[in-house]
């Protein structure tokens, strides 16, 4: 049994209304039993922190939270997830067989009605018409089913008994949002999947936005509230970045801008400044690393965040260009344990990727092309594959005939590769040199330049 407490990582909510005082805390425990587990790991997200169990002999856990309120929390066992909702004092039991992850789903004890309820919504949503069917549709229609398909989920709330008035409020408020963050995604959506060359919605199609405030700090016990927070910041920097004058500045440089022009309360400005450093610190380019760092140290975080973000900047000079490259010790696809002293005398390019990594498999195309340009030369292509199991690996890339070196990285986002090279998200691309020194440990995707720097490294001038 592992006992979590949700406040080792401040949240919103903490740096809101940190002065006021805290109810006591009661036992709450989330238990269960996996049939024919996928491994041992099981895993946690909740309050920003993402924590690991284990199960035991008899494929069993127990673990118990310390809440003050009701929490929504990930759930996760062999790269499956489901999103449960725990209230202190709740005693929940599920059981579930990974085979059929969804379908086998069950809760029993108490806060069952609620999550046996979200489960139920998870298989309903399949018969439903999905996200993708509705942002097809014209604008009209678009509305109209989206407003169809939210009455029908909250209508089956009756027919799991639920009488819990908060959860009910607390549902149909977070719909309300969800919905909200849908709309604002379809006209981009609906152009890109009809692979239109232009399309607008109406005129009038906004206004719905002009009654919103981004600012209203008593709606982020919502997660479709803080969507729509990240949504309404994403806008309006693409919106920056795609009319910008000079191709050289980055997107995060407008995100910045979008954080300072939407954000009015110091204590969210803060946070969001936060998550960006802490989330897509190794996607800044490294000329303005210190600029958005020093632009959220003026927002005056608490001293254990400052601690935490200049621990982890020491770490990213690890792995900094010119540096040894961190090694690993895989095995590949046909069974041989290799490492990095393997590839000595060659240029390396590495995938980092996972089989349910949409832009990671976007990339093999490309990838395929990549290994024909260089073929016979002096480069190794290693994909090294963070799926939670080697089965779907497997699966793919027989299925695919994927070229190049693959192999498998046990622990998934706690394997060696994820942590030495400190990967904030993938698909991940790593170039190292002939002597096995970083070349750009975030280096560009098969489907941008990288051809044409490997080249230049092979055929110095």
Not at 338 to 362: E, H, K, N, S
């Given at each position: 049994m592992k006992k979590l407490n949700n406040w080792a990582s401040l949240s919103i909510l903490v740096l809101l209304w940190a002065c006021e005082p805290q109810p006591e805390t009661v036992t709450t425990t989330i238990s269960g039993e996996i049939i024919n587990p996928i491994?041992?790991?099981?895993?946690?997200?909740?309050?920003?922190?993402?924590?690991?169990?284990?199960?035991?002999?008899?494929?069993?856990?127990?673990?118990?939270?310390?809440?003050?309120?009701p929490a929504d929390i990930v759930f996760g066992h062999g790269g499956e997830i489901t999103y449960l909702y725990l209230r202190p004092g709740d005693q929940l039991f599920l059981t579930l067989d990974p085979a059929e992850f969804d379908e086998s789903l069950t809760y029993s004890g108490t806060g069952a009605e609620i999550n046996n309820y979200k489960a139920a919504m998870v298989l309903l949503g399949d018969s439903l018409l999905s996200t993708r069917d509705l942002y097809m549709m014209p604008e009209e229609q678009f509305l109209v089913a989206l407003d169809s398909v939210s009455g029908i989920e909250l209508g089956y709330m009756s027919d799991f008994n639920i009488d819990d008035v908060a959860f009910i409020s607390y549902t149909r408020e977070n719909s309300k949002w969800s919905d909200i963050v849908t709309k604002m995604r379809y006209e981009g959506a609906h152009r890109s999947l009809l692979d239109l060359d232009s399309f607008s919605v109406s005129d009038a199609y906004?206004?719905?936005?002009?009654?919103?405030?981004?600012?209203?700090?008593?709606?982020?016990?919502?997660?479709?509230f803080r969507s729509y927070v990240d949504e309404s910041i994403e806008k309006e920097a693409s919106k920056g970045y795609y009319a910008r004058a000079d191709e050289s500045e980055d997107y995060?440089?407008?995100?910045?801008?979008?954080?300072?022009?939407?954000?009015?309360?110091?204590?969210?400005?803060?946070?969001?400044m936060y998550e960006l450093v802490s989330n897509s610190y190794s996607y800044f380019p490294i000329d303005k690393r210190a600029e958005v760092v020093a632009a959220w140290k003026a927002?005056?975080?608490?001293?254990?965040?400052?601690?935490?973000?200049?621990?982890?900047?020491?770490?990213?000079?690890?792995?900094?260009?010119?540096?040894?490259?961190?090694?690993?010790?895989?095995?590949?696809?046909?069974?041989?344990?290799?490492?990095?002293?393997?590839?000595?005398?060659?240029?390396?390019?590495?995938?980092?990727?996972?089989?349910?990594?949409?832009?990671?498999?976007?990339?093999?195309?490309?990838?395929?092309?990549l290994q024909q340009r260089f073929?016979?030369?002096?480069?190794?292509?290693?994909?090294?594959?963070?799926?939670?199991?080697?089965?779907?690996w497997r699966k793919m890339v027989s299925e695919r005939k994927l070229g190049g070196i693959h192999l498998y990285a046990p622990g998934a986002w706690e394997s060696t590769i994820i942590t030495d090279y400190l990967i904030q998200g993938i698909p991940r691309f790593i170039l190292i040199d002939r002597e096995g020194n970083i070349v750009d440990a975030n280096a560009a995707r098969p489907s941008g330049d990288i051809g044409d720097q490997i080249e230049a490294l092979l055929n110095p001038a």
């Open positions: 491994g041992e790991v099981i895993t946690f997200r909740f309050g920003g922190d993402r924590i690991t169990d284990t199960l035991d002999a008899d494929n069993k856990f127990s673990t118990t939270f310390d809440i003050t309120a906004y206004d719905f936005q002009l009654a919103l405030d981004v600012n209203d700090t008593t709606l982020l016990k919502y997660p479709a995060y440089g407008f995100y910045v801008e979008a954080i300072n022009a939407l954000i009015k309360v110091p204590s969210l400005k803060e946070q969001l927002l005056n975080p608490y001293q254990e965040r400052v601690d935490e973000i200049d621990q982890m900047i020491a770490e990213f000079q690890k792995i900094e260009p010119g540096n040894p490259a961190p090694d690993f010790r895989y095995v590949s696809i046909e069974g041989d344990s290799l490492t990095m002293a393997d590839f000595r005398g060659q240029l390396v390019y590495i995938d980092v990727w996972a089989t349910w990594c949409g832009p990671c498999i976007a990339e093999h195309p490309h990838m395929e092309k073929e016979g030369q002096d480069v190794a292509f290693i994909a090294v594959s963070t799926d939670s199991s080697p089965a779907p």
